[in-house]
């Protein structure tokens, strides 16, 4: 029998050891106030907390599996599932199921109402897993790849770097709530409740640039840009439905601007691009730029219905979570 709980010192000094490559628990063990978080999540209300949350599923003192999720939305209610983990070597036993649906029933009686998940669509054990604690695919992500050398630089299948409507500049604070109004503005309207973003998911997407209109000061463009390597790099990118003609130009600047002259001449680049199917002219730029898809993942929601929204109002005991059917 195990049980889950959430983590003691003990249990992320372990973690660290067990899981070096993991960036949560590197992030949580990163400072004593950090791992404070951690420990004493259960007493912190739900939109207060500023690391992802995390549960073990441990025999005596033995960590069986853990299951960590962190807020995407507060305005929407919605949380991420971001990795769930159970050992080979007692894998289809159950623990994994039984992880997942102790978050989806605790948190559902905080009052959260969207659960997303991202499934790489090759991983069948896992949306198998997903599929039975009720999740259903919303959307698909696929990640497109081509090498960029010093000859895709000055244009970039065709497009002049000259003459430009539109300019770029670093991400700042006061850009988020407009951030927040391109988003929800891009995604199709059945699908807001569960997979529009907030300001905090800008927030914390690092060295992010704003594509900005000339002739009106109004922002109609986002990028993040996240460095792998120096041979490396990844770029999410989102544009105003009524700018989405500019999506080439706008990755364009983005290489010219943003990655190394240097980097470019050393080596050939690969970047990769993250594209939503519901970004259909995205996709559709990628393709006839010679972009190709390597990688497809399943956006998978998990809607908590009425029944479990009616105890919104409810206030759990501290450090006592109410439990809500699922």
């Not at 696929?142 to 002049?160: A, C, L, N, R």
């Not at 907030?198 to 109609?220: A, H, M, P, T, W």
Request: net charge neutral; glycine share 6%; aromatic share 10%.
């Amino acid at each position: 029998m195990f049980k889950i709980r959430t983590p003691n010192i003990n249990d992320l000094k372990k973690l660290l050891e067990l899981f070096r490559d993991n960036i949560t628990f590197e992030q949580i063990n990163k400072t004593p106030a950090n791992q404070f978080g951690c420990i004493l999540q259960n007493l912190t209300p739900c939109n207060l907390r500023f690391l992802p949350s995390v549960h073990l599923a441990v025999d005596e003192n033995n960590i069986l599996g853990y299951v960590i999720l962190k807020c995407v939305s507060k305005p929407n209610n919605s949380w991420q599932i971001d990795e769930v983990f159970v050992l080979d070597e007692i894998r289809n036993e159950g623990v994994g199921e039984e992880l997942l649906r102790y978050v989806l029933s605790v948190y559902g009686g905080y009052g959260i109402e969207h659960f997303l998940a991202e499934v790489n669509s090759q991983n069948t054990p896992a949306l198998s897993l997903f599929h039975q604690c009720g999740f259903r695919r919303y959307a698909k992500i696929s990640f497109y790849q081509k090498e960029i050398g010093t000859d895709s630089v000055e244009t970039f299948h065709g497009i002049p770097m000259l003459g430009k409507d539109f300019i770029l500049r670093t991400q700042t604070n006061n850009d988020l709530s407009e951030l927040e109004k391109l988003e929800v503005s891009s995604v199709p309207p059945d699908l807001r409740p569960a997979l529009g973003k907030s300001k905090e998911y800008f927030r914390q997407k690092k060295d992010s640039i704003v594509v900005i209109d000339k002739s009106r000061g109004l922002i109609i463009g986002w990028a993040h840009i996240q460095k792998q390597s120096d041979e490396n790099y990844i770029i999410e990118l989102l544009a105003n439905p009524g700018w989405t003609h500019l999506y080439e130009q706008f990755l364009n600047t983005i290489i010219c601007d943003y990655i190394p002259v240097e980097v470019l001449h050393a080596t050939p680049l690969m970047l990769t691009v993250k594209a939503v199917d519901y970004l259909t002219e995205l996709e559709e730029i990628l393709k006839k730029s010679g972009f190709l898809a390597v990688e497809v993942h399943e956006l998978l929601v998990r809607t908590v219905w009425q029944k479990t929204k009616g105890r919104k109002t409810q206030t759990s005991k501290v450090g006592r979570p109410s439990i809500a059917p699922t």
